[in-house]
Every structure is written in C-alpha cells, then in structure tokens.
C-alpha cells in the first residue's frame, strides 16, 4: 500500500461507512451540531472456554488520542465520498454535506473522559464517556472501539499471564502471528499489563525498553550441517553476545545433549570473566525439562542462571507448569520454590490473539441528548435483558472495604453523592432480583474513576509513561480479592447502579415499552 492510500485508509475514514451515512442524515435533518453523550462499556470479560477473566485491564486510550490528534478529513477523503455512488448509480454523499465535512473535518468540539489506562475495569460500568456534537461523536465511535477493545483485551491476557508467573518476568513473542501491524497495540497492551518486554524491535524501543530475544533453531541447524554441531552454534554465539547469552537447547536432545552443551559454553564464559544468563526451553514436558535442566545447572555452578520457557504458554499452562514444578521437583532434589523464582516466560500466540478470546464485546450507546436546557437520557431495548444500556449523564466511584479492596463499582447519575449517605443501596445493571445494601463503615474508600482525557478535541494531558501505567495496573490488581483473579470460575465483582439511575432506567424502560 503505498504512503498516499494509507493516509486514507488509516486517517479520517478509519470508520465503518454506516457512520458517515448517519452523520449525513444528521446534517440534512439539522442535528449534526446537537450535543450528545455516549458511553463505552463491555457486557463481559473474556471467557477463554476452560478458563475465564474475573477483571479486564483498560488500555488503548493514548493511542486513541494520538489518532484524533492527527487524523483530519483531507482533500483525497472528499473526492472518494464524491465518488461513492449508491445502487441505482446515483451518488451516495451531496456537495452540502461534503462542503460541511471538509469544513468541520477534525474533533474539536468533542470532549472524553475516561478511565485511566493501566485500571482494572469490570463490565456495565462506562469506560470512556464522550460528550459534544452528535455529528462528530457518531464518527469517532469505530475508532474508538478499535483503539480501545482490542489493546484492553491484550491487557488483560497478560496481566492474566503475569499473575500466573508469580513474578517470573513475561516477554511478548507474539509478533509474528499477530494481527499485522495491529501487533504493535498488542505489544503496547501487554506491556501495560505487565510483560517486561518483547521480541517486537521496533515498538519495543519506541516504547522505551530493550527488546527482547535469543536465538533461532535455524543457526543451530546450519551449524550441524557445516560440521560444527550444536556446541560451535553455542560458541559462536557466546563469542558474539558473551554478557547477552542466551541458549536454546532443544535443536537435538535437551538433557543429552544441549544443556550439557550450554554447561560448557557456559564454563567457558566464566573463566573467561562473563556471566552467562541462562538457557531457553521451547518444545517437550516444560515442567520436567526445567527440573531436570536446574538440576544440571545447579550441579555445574549455575544455579542462578534463569530458564525460559516458550511454546503455546497461557496462564492456565504456566499455571500448571508451576503446579507440576512445585510437587515433582523434590524428587529430584531441587528446590521447587528457588526454580519458579528463576523461571521466564516468553509468551507468543495465546496472549498476542487472547486466544480464546478473539474479541473484546465493548460498545458505543448513545445514553443522553441536549434538550430543553439539559440532558435528556436516552435508552435502547432489547429482547435480551443484557443489551438494554444504562441512560443518562453518569459518574462511575470505585468502593474500598474494609480490608481497602475492591468491593463494588458504583455507577450513579451526575450530580449524585451517594458515598454521603449512612448506607447505599446497590442495584445490578440488569437483574432486580439482585440488591444490596453497604453501610458507609464498610466502606474504607472511595474512588471516582472517569477523568479528563480530551477537552474539546484537545489532548487534556501529557502522556503518561509505560512504566507509570504498569505500575497502576499492578497497584490495581492488588487491591482485588484473589477470587477475582482466579484463573478457572472466578468470584463475581460487583457492578452496581445507584437507587436514582436504577429508578430512572426502570421508568424509561417502561415508557418505551408503552410506546
């Protein structure tokens, strides 16, 4: 695709086209500058079939903010809407609404506010709420869903994966079977999520880490096939990287032939004054392979050397990996506990696609409308009671407990204080039958979550560094009950609407059903 078409196809238009024939009709029905608000939210967490997500990990918001900031409608934007004809032949877009795109053709005038990347986020519960002309807001919806769904589904996989490791650091090897370029928001999330870092070379310094590799099955096979076997590719290697050394130890024979190969090189190193860094595992039992690997190492001296393993690696395999370690290794006389703490993982595939998982079920609903001086809540039914949305203009507090864990988001109408009352009542989005009711000296913390991010188009501030976002993801996991974060049938979190939002979305409820 040469530079000119991907300005296109990746700038303004990076929209599906029932978008643009919308904000026509708003434009020729006089509604393109009315103001309007809408809410992204999830209906529910990954569900990877053996194992579920209790929680999701938001991210993708810069990414999104950097698009608006750059993407604007061009001159080759106009000219290909003039060109859309419909079925009949006749064109699809006028000149009066064209002239007005070209003239209106960035974000000012739209505001968001958010939640912070890097939060964990729960379904129901608005994640990005945007506000300003109905127009303009309708355009961004594609956007922003694809900036944000799929990077907060790769945030949580590996903040998944990075609980499951037990602080064993992460690297995301998933470049080459992710979603073309898109693996580079994969890598970004991961990151966020908690992987150290990442085989892709060119985000990953953009990002401001080192990458992150060792080397191919492929210089150990040609090195076989020169006649200098499997201990000259090690050698060479060492030669080359004698402080970065890496080995990959599976080509031939693990146990009889390449951890005793790497023992050698690594001997070799040593006397030579250098510390090598470990071996790689990629194929087999993982688990025996690194028992038996860390009893050899152990025995030469290099007991502090780490060992990676790769190959088809979730949570739920690392999990077992480490289950299998803990009651297997005794046997071997090998301190289980002192083997997980040297363990890394390079995690490809599964955290790259969320495999299991394709797809995050984040969506856009127009929830209010400036009307009559103020905000006119808006509601859309449904057959199923799950897709009925949540109107009206809203706040979303995070509830602490005793304990300052998570205990409940609280979704209420703007305006609204109910922390200040003696207790509150907690409704489910969807169920009535499902009520609580907290009193305020449960309650240890409050928390609002949606903050600023974009004032009238304009970025409301400075980017937040990666290490910074990790960080709060890792704060924001502590403070959840461990059912939460279990891997297989996780506790239930609550999400909850206040008594007035429950009212006011039962009453709108009724009124459209009457109409």
Same mark, same amino acid.
């Given at each position: 695709?040469?530079?000119?078409?991907?300005?296109?196809?990746e700038?303004?238009?990076?929209?599906?086209?029932?978008?643009?024939?919308?904000?026509?009709l $708003?434009?020729?029905?006089?509604?393109?500058?009315?103001?309007?608000?809408?809410?992204?939210?999830?209906?529910?967490?990954?569900?990877?079939g053996?194992?579920?997500?209790?929680?999701?990990?938001?991210?993708? /918001?810069?990414?999104?903010?950097?698009?608006m900031?750059?993407?604007?409608?061009?001159?080759?934007? %106009?000219?290909?809407l003039r060109?859309?004809?419909?079925?009949?032949?006749?064109?699809?877009?006028?000149?009066?609404?064209?002239?007005? /795109?070209?003239?209106?053709?960035?974000?000012? =005038?739209?505001s968001?506010?958010?939640?912070?990347?890097?939060?964990?986020?729960?379904?129901?519960?608005?994640?990005?709420?945007?506000?300003?002309?109905?127009? #303009?807001?309708?355009?961004?919806?594609?956007?922003?869903?694809?900036?944000?769904?799929?990077?907060?589904l790769?945030?949580?996989?590996?903040?998944?994966?990075?609980?499951?490791?037990?602080?064993?650091? &992460?690297?995301?090897?998933?470049?080459?079977?992710?979603?073309?370029?898109?693996?580079?928001?994969?890598?970004?999330?991961?990151?966020?999520?908690?992987?150290?870092?990442?085989?892709?070379?060119?985000?990953?310094?953009?990002?401001?880490?080192?990458?992150?590799?060792?080397?191919?099955?492929s210089?150990?096979?040609?090195?076989?096939?020169?006649?200098?076997?499997?201990?000259?590719a090690?050698?060479?290697?060492?030669?080359?990287?004698?402080?970065?050394?890496?080995?990959?130890?599976?080509?031939i024979?693990?146990?009889?032939?390449?951890?005793?190969?790497?023992?050698? &090189?690594?001997?070799?190193?040593?006397?030579?004054?250098?510390?090598?860094?470990?071996?790689?595992?990629?194929?087999?039992? *993982?688990?025996?392979?690194?028992?038996?690997?860390?009893?050899?190492?152990?025995?030469?001296?290099?007991?502090?050397?780490?060992?990676?393993?790769?190959?088809?690696?979730?949570?739920?395999?690392?999990?077992?990996?480490l289950?299998q370690?803990?009651e297997?290794?005794?046997?071997? =006389?090998?301190?289980a506990?002192?083997?997980?703490?040297?363990?890394?993982?390079?995690?490809?595939?599964?955290?790259?696609?969320?495999?299991?998982?394709?797809?995050?079920?984040?969506? $856009?609903?127009?929830?209010?409308?400036?009307?009559?001086? =103020?905000?006119?809540?808006? %509601?859309? /039914?449904?057959?199923?009671?799950?897709?009925?949305?949540t109107?009206?203009?809203?706040?979303?507090?995070? *509830?602490?407990?005793?304990?300052?864990?998570?205990t409940?988001? *609280?979704?209420?109408?703007?305006?609204?204080?109910?922390v200040?009352?003696?207790?509150?009542?907690?409704?489910?989005?969807?169920?009535?039958?499902?009520?609580?009711r907290?009193?305020?000296?449960?309650?240890?913390?409050?928390?609002?979550?949606?903050?600023?991010?974009?004032?009238?188009?304009?970025?409301?501030?400075?980017?937040?560094?990666?290490d910074?976002?990790?960080?709060?993801?890792?704060?924001?996991?502590?403070?959840?009950?461990?059912?939460? #974060?279990?891997?297989?049938?996780?506790?239930?979190?609550?999400?909850?609407?206040?008594?007035?939002?429950?009212?006011?979305?039962?009453? *709108? &409820?009724?009124e459209?059903?009457?109409?």
């Amino acid at each position: 695709m040469r530079e000119s078409q991907r300005a296109v196809a990746e700038g303004f238009l990076f929209t599906d086209q029932y978008q643009l024939t919308q904000a026509q009709l $708003y434009f020729r029905h006089g509604l393109a500058d009315r103001q309007v608000q809408f809410d992204h939210f999830f209906r529910n967490y990954p569900d990877y079939g053996e194992h579920q997500a209790g929680y999701a990990i938001c991210a993708g /918001l810069e990414w999104l903010i950097d698009w608006m900031e750059s993407a604007r409608v061009t001159a080759a934007d %106009i000219e290909l809407l003039r060109s859309h004809t419909g079925r009949t032949g006749s064109r699809l877009f006028g000149d009066d609404f064209l002239s007005w /795109l070209e003239a209106e053709g960035d974000w000012s =005038g739209l505001s968001i506010d958010a939640v912070p990347e890097g939060r964990v986020v729960h379904p129901n519960a608005p994640i990005t709420v945007v506000t300003g002309p109905l127009a #303009k807001a309708q355009l961004l919806e594609t956007s922003l869903l694809n900036h944000l769904n799929y990077q907060t589904l790769i945030a949580t996989k590996a903040a998944r994966v990075t609980t499951a490791g037990r602080g064993g650091a &992460v690297f995301d090897f998933g470049l080459r079977r992710g979603p073309d370029t898109g693996a580079n928001a994969g890598t970004r999330a991961a990151m966020i999520g908690g992987a150290a870092s990442s085989s892709n070379a060119g985000i990953t310094h953009l990002l401001g880490r080192q990458p992150a590799g060792t080397h191919a099955h492929s210089m150990v096979q040609l090195f076989m096939a020169l006649g200098e076997g499997e201990l000259g590719a090690f050698r060479a290697f060492a030669e080359l990287y004698p402080d970065d050394c890496i080995l990959l130890v599976d080509t031939i024979n693990t146990l009889e032939s390449g951890v005793p190969n790497a023992i050698k &090189v690594f001997e070799e190193l040593s006397a030579d004054g250098h510390d090598p860094i470990g071996i790689r595992l990629d194929s087999g039992d *993982l688990a025996y392979l690194a028992i038996q690997a860390a009893a050899m190492l152990d025995a030469a001296g290099f007991s502090q050397a780490s060992i990676v393993l790769s190959s088809r690696l979730d949570e739920l395999a690392i999990w077992q990996i480490l289950t299998q370690i803990e009651e297997e290794a005794p046997r071997y =006389g090998v301190d289980a506990d002192h083997l997980i703490g040297r363990l890394v993982y390079g995690v490809g595939t599964r955290m790259i696609t969320s495999q299991g998982a394709s797809a995050l079920d984040g969506v $856009y609903k127009a929830v209010a409308v400036e009307s009559n001086g =103020g905000w006119t809540p808006m %509601i859309k /039914l449904s057959d199923s009671i799950e897709k009925v949305n949540t109107p009206g203009s809203k706040r979303v507090w995070r *509830l602490y407990d005793e304990r300052s864990i998570a205990t409940a988001d *609280l979704v209420g109408l703007d305006g609204e204080d109910p922390v200040g009352a003696e207790s509150i009542a907690l409704h489910h989005p969807t169920r009535a039958e499902s009520f609580r009711r907290l009193q305020r000296s449960e309650i240890s913390e409050v928390a609002e979550l949606l903050e600023p991010a974009v004032a009238n188009g304009v970025r409301a501030n400075d980017p937040v560094p990666l290490d910074e976002l990790a960080e709060r993801c890792r704060a924001d996991l502590d403070r959840l009950d461990p059912g939460v #974060k279990r891997l297989i049938n996780p506790h239930v979190y609550h999400v909850s609407l206040t008594e007035s939002l429950w009212q006011l979305k039962q009453k *709108l &409820v009724h009124e459209t059903e009457r109409t």
